[in-house]
């Protein structure tokens, strides 16, 4: 059984700055494409940022402002935001499929994820 842990969600001022943190119980990184979503009311849920080994890929949206990196050690993958703003408002979600990187580099924010974690809220608001 995969489980998704998430952590590191809170309130921030624009420019601010936030760590999420998904925890990945029972499936190892190394093989798994790893990705993040956000979602806010009455929208699409949409792609943030996704990962495979040293691979990274970003929305455009966030490009410069967040970055993706795993610790292989705790089975772990993070997502650090930078200047954020009020347009981030949203609840993160991690999503983890075991794939190839071929598979996570074409449609790694298509959403088709096997393991979602149980999101975390993230507001930006001065």
Do not use: M
């Not at 624009?14 to 993040?36: I, K, M, N, Q």
């Not at 705790?74 to 075991?98: H, S």
């Amino acid at each position: 059984q995969v489980q998704l842990v998430e952590s590191g969600g809170g309130s921030v001022q624009p420019g601010g700055s936030l760590r999420l943190s998904c925890e990945v119980r029972g499936d190892a990184l190394s093989t798994s494409c790893l990705s993040w979503f956000r979602q806010t009311p009455g929208k699409k849920r949409e792609g943030v940022a996704g990962s495979y080994g040293p691979n990274s890929y970003y929305a455009d949206s966030v490009k410069g402002r967040f970055k993706i990196s795993q610790d292989s050690a705790k089975n772990t993958v993070y997502l650090q935001l930078n200047n954020l703003q009020p347009e981030d408002t949203a609840v993160y979600y991690c999503a983890a499929q075991r794939a190839v990187a071929a598979w996570c580099s074409s449609y790694w924010a298509t959403g088709l994820y096997h393991y979602w974690g149980q999101g975390t809220q993230v507001t930006v608001s001065s």
